[in-house]
């Protein structure tokens, strides 16, 4: 993505994968937003999360509603030193924010130890897709 697009707010890196997916039935827009937080809590992680949602929503490659041959995923990823560990078990157990026809899974970074939380659980309205998102977590991050 063109970073006069993003670090205007406030984001670090961001990139977007675009392209037809059956399994989504249409088009699919999967982003990543990076951002240092420095003394990341849980709500800095969620205004982050919604902040990024919002963007990747915003600046879809293709004009469709979503749900309507057009879906979005965002993997807002905060990066921090020294997290606390017990964020990063809030991380790992809160269910993301549902969207209609969107996703997104929050993902912190630890750069001082290089571990990175998010989403393990399954709920029961994503059953069908977040094996998939987290493959795509550990697939680019790990």
């Known amino acids: 993505m063109d970073q ?22 249409g088009m699919h827009d999967s982003t990543f937003i990076f951002c240092e937080i420095p003394a990341l809590d849980p709500a800095k992680m ?3 999360s919604n902040a990024a949602f919002s963007f990747a929503n915003s600046n879809k ?5 979503n749900g ?6 965002c993997f807002p990823v905060a990066i921090t030193s020294n997290a606390d560990p017990q964020l990063m078990q809030i991380v790992k157990g809160t269910t993301p924010t549902k969207h ?11 750069t001082t130890t290089g571990a990175l939380a998010y989403y393990e659980g399954t709920p029961l309205w994503g059953a069908a897709y977040f094996s998939g998102f987290r ?7 790990a």
Do not use: C, T
Not at 61 to 65: D, E, I, K, R, Y
Not at 68 to 73: A, H, T, Y
Not at 135 to 141: E, F, G, I, M, S
């Open 4 to 25: 006069r697009l993003y670090q205007p707010v406030g984001f670090k890196w961001a990139s977007r994968r675009s392209g037809f997916e059956i399994s989504k039935f």
């Open 46 to 48: 969620s205004g982050f």
């Open 61 to 65: 490659s293709v004009g469709l509603p």
């Open 68 to 73: 309507f041959f057009m879906s979005v995923s």
């Open 100 to 110: 209609f026809g969107g996703f997104e899974m929050p993902v912190v970074f630890d």
């Open 135 to 141: 493959k795509v977590v550990v697939n680019n991050l």
